[in-house]
Nanobody, 123 residues
């Protein structure tokens, strides 16, 4: 059974930092592009960042460029999202996802999803 489990969410003041982790049970983890998405109450789920299987290629939503960094450890089968200079607008449920084909920012193209971890940023 494929399973993605996010962790690291919590409550932080504006300007603070958090690091999210996503542990994957994927048999061939290094062949998957990994992505982060988020969804705030009353809002549509939106793309945040992705990283290729080799970690050579990364891509970010404009709203988080310069503040968030995606990385991965294929040995640990884990993807990370380092979030700095957090803003109240970053408050959302954050999901990790795995895409075998790679390269997508569209949620429909991802094959597996975690259950999410809550990030709340206070003013």
């Amino acid at each position: 059974q494929v399973q993605l489990v996010e962790s690291g969410g919590g409550l932080v003041q504006a300007g603070g930092s958090l690091r999210l982790s996503c542990a994957a049970s994927l048999r061939t983890f290094s062949t998957y592009t990994m992505g982060w998405f988020r969804q705030a109450p009353g809002k549509e789920r939106e793309f945040v960042a992705r990283i290729s299987g080799s970690a050579v290629s990364t891509y970010y939503a404009d709203s988080v460029k310069g503040r968030f960094t995606i990385s991965r450890s294929n040995a640990k089968k884990t993807v990370y999202l380092q979030m700095n200079s957090l803003k109240p607008e970053d408050t959302a449920l954050y999901y990790c996802a795995a895409d075998l084909r790679g390269g997508s920012t569209i949620q429909e193209m991802y094959d597996f999803w975690g259950q999410g971890t809550q990030v709340t940023v206070s003013s």
